[in-house]
Nanobody, 127 residues
């Protein structure tokens, strides 16, 4: 099984950028779908972005499309989330999640679809 560890969160001003990292241990992310979700105390866990590591295809939530970018290192050990032009309402704890995938083009958008989770990294965006 894979274990996940997020890093890179912090406090920034509106319009700034952050890059989050999700590091795998126990095995690589090969043949996994790896996604980022975010959650505030008042909301359910929200899908942000996903990468299917078989062919590197990506998907984004509508609110972040064009501003966020998900990527993976060549060794398939770490998945990154580059977040640009951050907004105050994007203040949340950001979680990395993973599940096995067996086909290119397979994507999953809800939290119950993922058995493996990191501990989360907080992001605070001030206006």
């Amino acid at each position: 099984q894979v274990q996940l560890a997020e890093s890179g969160g912090g406090s920034v001003q509106a319009g700034d950028s952050l890059r989050l990292s999700c590091a795998a241990s126990g095995r690589t992310f090969d043949e996994y779908g790896v996604s980022w979700f975010r959650q505030t105390p008042r909301k359910e866990r929200e899908f942000v972005s996903s990468i299917n590591t078989i062919a590197g295809e990506t998907r984004y939530g509508k609110s972040v499309e064009g501003r966020f970018s998900i990527s993976m290192d060549n060794a398939k050990n770490t998945v990154f989330l580059q977040m640009n032009d951050l907004k105050p309402d994007e203040t949340a704890v950001y979680y990395c999640a993973a599940r096995r995938v067996f086909l290119q083009g397979a994507f999953y958008y809800t939290a119950p679809d993922y058995p493996f989770w990191g501990q989360g990294t907080p992001v605070t965006v001030s206006s």
